[in-house]
């Protein structure tokens, strides 16, 4: 019971924390509409980027259009949800330099809790829109078999897909607790190498391959769910691959975070 009153507050303060800084965006809806529409626009134009190679090339390594499109949607699906509901992870390193940690260290509420919500990135909003439309796209296009099971393990798949980019998110902005400077690059490098997993990873070598599997699991996120669904793999086991990856990210974010907390000693005055 105690568990499952942990999970409801927990549910509830992050609801209440995310109506708040919702209702401070919708203040300013000009910039609201701009955002959504330039995320469409970003995608959009990788999609035509993809249809031109393709027109040319009938499949990569025996991927075709329609899968690929699938891994490009999820990597952009998961960056949205990360945007929209957890873009307080970008913010982490500004809270430990100008030391508004602080403020969160004496509320009674989880400091990773505060941190999540500390934000809104409302292009998330047009990033996961257009993200289902090109999965939905993807799925109806390809012949597959489904089954109940499998469309349970599709679910599945997406939302431990956005636990493992919150989690790298996350994990790569607790850098800021050992590198104080404002031009902290490394989440930055780190997002990027996403940009590996929005193709096959079997098209690159062994070095980027282990980098994005294993490294930065982003692989998770798009490749190993589109290796299952789409029926490259002969295991029928292969789709607990990505939740048991959500589950050591989650646990590597959290570590990172709680021995960054540790090491912080505030801004001064």
């Known amino acids: 019971m105690s568990i499952l009153r942990s999970t409801r507050?927990?549910?509830?303060?992050?609801?209440?924390?995310?109506?708040?800084?919702?209702?401070?965006?919708?203040?300013?809806?000009?910039?609201?509409?701009?955002?959504?529409?330039?995320?469409?626009?970003?995608?959009?134009?990788?999609?035509?980027?993809?249809?031109?190679?393709?027109?040319?090339?009938?499949?990569?390594?025996?991927?075709?259009?329609?899968?690929?499109?699938?891994?490009?949607?999820?990597?952009?699906?998961?960056?949205?949800?990360?945007?929209?509901?957890?873009?307080?992870t970008w913010r982490l390193g500004g809270l430990v330099n100008r030391g508004e940690l602080d403020v969160m260290l004496l509320r009674p509420v989880s400091p990773i809790l505060q941190v999540l919500t500390n934000g809104i990135g409302m292009n998330g909003l047009g990033n996961i829109v257009i993200g289902f439309i090109m999965i939905g796209q993807a799925l109806t296009k390809v012949d597959l078999h489904w089954s109940f099971g499998k469309i349970l393990i599709a679910i599945l798949l997406i939302l431990t897909a956005v636990a493992i980019r919150v989690s790298i998110n996350l994990a790569a902005n607790t850098s800021a607790f050992w590198i104080k400077n404002a031009g902290n690059a490394f989440p930055i490098m780190i997002h990027n190498l996403g940009e590996f997993a929005k193709y096959p990873i079997t098209i690159f070598s062994m070095g980027i391959q282990l980098l994005v599997a294993v490294l930065v699991p982003f692989a998770f996120v798009s490749f190993f769910p589109a290796y299952y669904l789409f029926d490259k793999s002969t295991s029928p086991w292969i789709w607990l691959a990505p939740p048991v990856a959500a589950i050591y990210c989650g646990a590597v974010a959290y570590m990172l975070f709680r021995i960054g907390l540790r090491k912080y000693e505030s801004a001064g005055n």
């Open 9 to 88: 507050r927990t549910l509830f303060l992050y609801r209440r924390l995310f109506g708040t800084q919702l209702k401070a965006i919708l203040e300013y809806q000009t910039d609201f509409f701009i955002m959504i529409v330039s995320a469409v626009l970003t995608q959009l134009l990788g999609i035509v980027f993809l249809w031109v190679v393709y027109n040319r090339i009938p499949d990569i390594n025996g991927w075709t259009f329609w899968e690929v499109v699938f891994m490009y949607a999820m990597i952009y699906l998961t960056e949205g949800f990360g945007s929209l509901f957890f873009e307080g």
